[in-house]
């Protein structure tokens, strides 16, 4: 299968109603553990790519080895891989567009894009973002590869109080509607949990809506009701092996 292929279909994994579900992987040997068990795409996260490499997220992971990851992985398996590549390594446009093409050289047929300030406090104005988003499209487009650019909205994740989470739905949707004119395939919302707010975005949107299964969320099956059409796990697959790992340790060695 072909990359352009790749990508067609992993785009067509996408249905509200029915999500995507992706088990966060950190590298080659644990992408092809789950494809091994029957996964049909794969998905870096990058708090665990970076943790498993002895760094700390937000793009403290140097570039080069982000790529040497992705390059192993998706020489590693041959199902649709996609890469959580925070805030593309850049500010501008020419920067984003240059790691976006790197990207795909490696084989990714996805990327997560935040609208976070890598290393900030705020956000992207929406402005800046879309002009973000137009540039990976147009990269995309240039290398020929219909690149599932699954746009991320921080506006949750940097409200830590979920009782506020409400008033931040009119910014969220207008994000919504800037992104996906801009160029975007998918609409990541990490850390909104309340049903009710999941679901008016869902109503709203024309692209995939992509919940974070994390504490508080509601399961799977309401996700789905909700007209969820991806659900991503995350760090918590790395972070419970990581645990699994010391459990075994101690238990055998009597530590």
């Not at 137009?134 to 979920?162: P, Y």
């Amino acid at each position: 299968m072909t990359q352009a292929e790749k990508a067609t279909q992993f785009a067509q994994m996408h249905q509200p109603g029915n999500p995507l579900v992706l088990y966060n992987i950190w590298d080659a040997g644990s992408a092809k553990a789950l494809v091994d068990a029957g996964a049909p795409a794969i998905a870096t996260g990058s708090w665990s790519v970076a943790d498993a490499q002895g760094f700390v997220d937000g793009e403290k992971l140097p570039l080069e080895i982000a790529m040497m990851n992705i390059s192993r992985i998706c020489k590693t398996v041959d199902v649709p891989v996609t890469l959580d590549f925070e805030g593309c390594y850049a500010v501008g446009p020419t920067g984003v567009a240059r790691n976006v093409t790197q990207a795909m050289k490696m084989g990714a047929v996805g990327i997560n894009f935040e609208d976070q300030m890598i290393g900030g406090k705020g956000l992207h104005s929406e402005v800046d973002q879309v002009k973000r988003i137009q540039a990976a499209r147009e990269a995309a487009t240039e290398f020929g590869v219909d690149l599932f650019i699954n746009a991320r909205t921080d506006l949750f994740l940097k409200e830590a109080n979920r009782d506020w989470h409400a008033g931040l739905m009119s910014q969220a949707l207008e994000r919504l509607a800037a992104y996906t004119e801009a160029g975007a395939s998918g609409y990541f919302i990490p850390a909104l949990v309340d049903p009710e707010l999941i679901g008016r975005i869902c109503e709203a949107a024309t692209i995939p809506v992509n919940v974070l299964m994390m504490p508080g969320c509601p399961s799977a099956q309401e996700l789905a009701e909700l007209g969820v059409a991806r659900v991503s796990h995350g760090p918590w697959p790395y972070r419970r092996m990581l645990e699994d790992l010391v459990v075994r340790f101690k238990e055998d060695t009597g530590a």
